[in-house]
């Protein structure tokens, strides 16, 4: 696993009844990208030294971040 400041991690829960984290990687502790990160969650806006497991996944992009054209409304506009 690698990543870069600026990227996204999130954590899928081990259960159906945890939650998944999402945090934004404000740190690097190996100039490489590999773990451990320092990672700043939306959840509860705190900080933490990460050392993912296989429940992980780094991404370019905020997950769940809102996806439209340009110009385009944020919200769905029913027509009539």
Do not use: K, Q
Not at 62 to 80: F, Q
Request: net charge neutral; hydrophobic share 40%; glycine share 12%.
């Amino acid at each position: 696993m690698r990543a870069r400041v600026g990227d996204w991690i999130v954590v899928h829960g081990r259960t159906l009844d945890d939650p998944v984290r999402e945090g934004r990687i404000d740190g690097l502790l190996h100039a490489d990208g590999s773990p451990p990160y320092l990672v700043h969650w939306l959840d509860d806006d705190r900080r933490s030294v990460v050392f993912p497991g296989p429940d992980a996944v780094v991404t370019a992009g905020r997950p769940h971040a809102p996806r439209h054209a340009a110009g385009a409304p944020s919200v769905p506009v029913r027509p009539g």
